[in-house]
């Protein structure tokens, strides 16, 4: 794996203009404390590689945080407000399938890097090696600054299991071991590992089962028996007993409901007769505030659609279409205290923007694009 210095990244990037595009964002995250903005953008002159870059909002000042010039950052997220956990993958010859490399955290500068932990045993299963999967957030710890919670396939496993991970030492601490052919794990809005989504006795015949447990140290029980069309689990509401989901109501499509602690399917939330909620290819899906609350939901219909649940929201939302008539604008990441919202506005030719609106002066501030943050 080979490392380009910060700064041969960032000439790389100041080439020329015409490379604005090219070098367009992939993800991009607003900091827990607002003042920064990262992304991951592609790097002119070297074919899927990308590289993570940071932006301090107060001074438009950047940082090239990885140079990588054979393999790229996947993926990342914010562990606190000034580390990042970012993933890095290469494709394999002749192929499409990307292969998970290995994860990091790093200071929002690009020092202080660390490799995070994990253990070198590989399983084969016929002709493959599992090589894990990268770490995904399940919650911040805010007893703990340096600490996340999160769910991971270990390269020995084949199911991911829960850790406690310090990110300044980049050791992790198991909380739950794979077990049960759990798929994926959720947790309540105050951190505890409360659901979980399984494939149950036959990993191979579709079916799923939703284990749940009343605390976060209860017993587990089956909630819920499907097969892999009929229920979608996608997080707790704000009362931490009941569930999110999507089921489906009618053939092709699927409704948004509460899901009880019984296993019942409670308040219908909405349903699009037309189209089905399931398809979120470039819409956001769900978002929930930091306490679970529920802002909205996005979904692609004939166009993409989205609707709120919270006004307070829906007025911030109505605000910034009001400024930015001619795109299409969602809300895709906030600062913890809702004061920064970062904006990402998409014109009918698919040209993408974004912006940061304050939610106390009411402003909206054009970025600009990451791919061009390095030149200054």
Do not use: C
């Amino acid at each position: 794996m080979a490392v380009l210095p910060a700064l041969a990244l960032i000439a790389l990037a100041a080439n020329s203009q015409e490379n604005v595009t090219d070098a367009g964002p992939g993800q991009v995250l607003l900091a827990p404390d607002g003042e920064y903005i990262a992304a991951t953008v592609k790097v002119p002159g070297l074919p899927g590689v990308r590289n993570l870059v940071t932006m301090r909002l107060s001074d438009s000042s950047a940082s090239a945080v990885t140079g990588f010039s054979d393999t790229h950052v996947t993926d990342f997220f914010w562990a606190n407000d000034e580390r990042l956990v970012f993933s890095v993958g290469k494709l394999r010859d002749n192929d499409t399938k990307e292969e998970y490399r290995g994860s990091f955290s790093i200071l929002r500068d690009g020092s202080g890097g660390r490799k995070l932990q994990q253990r070198r045993v590989r399983r084969r299963t016929g002709n493959q090696i599992s090589h894990g999967a990268p770490p995904r957030l399940l919650n911040r710890l805010p007893t703990d600054w340096n600490s996340v919670l999160i769910s991971r396939i270990e390269p020995s496993a084949a199911f991911p299991e829960v850790l406690v991970l310090d990110v300044l030492t980049g050791r992790a601490k198991r909380v739950l071991a794979s077990q049960l052919s759990v798929t994926r794990w959720i947790v309540d809005n105050s951190g505890a590992v409360r659901a979980a989504v399984d494939k149950g006795d036959d990993v191979l015949d579709g079916k799923h089962r939703l284990l749940y447990r009343d605390t976060a140290d209860g017993e587990w029980r089956v909630l819920a028996n499907f097969n892999d069309d009929e229920l979608e689990v996608l997080n707790f509401h704000a009362d931490n007993r009941r569930l999110i989901v999507l089921a489906r109501n009618e053939p092709g499509g699927s409704a948004l409901h509460f899901l009880d602690s019984s296993g019942e399917l409670s308040e219908r939330l909405f349903s699009d007769p037309g189209f089905d909620l399931r398809n979120r290819v470039g819409a956001a899906g769900l978002k929930q505030a930091a306490q679970g609350q529920m802002i909205f939901y996005q979904y692609m219909a004939d166009e993409l659609r989205t609707v709120y649940f919270e006004t307070r929201w829906e007025s911030r939302q109505q605000t910034i279409d009001e400024a930015l008539a001619d795109t299409t604008n969602t809300i895709i990441s906030w600062s913890d205290d809702e004061r920064k919202l970062l904006v990402h506005a998409t014109d009918s030719h698919g040209a993408s923007d974004y912006y940061l609106y304050d939610t106390t002066y009411r402003e909206l501030n054009f970025l600009q694009p990451p791919a061009v943050w390095v030149r200054h």
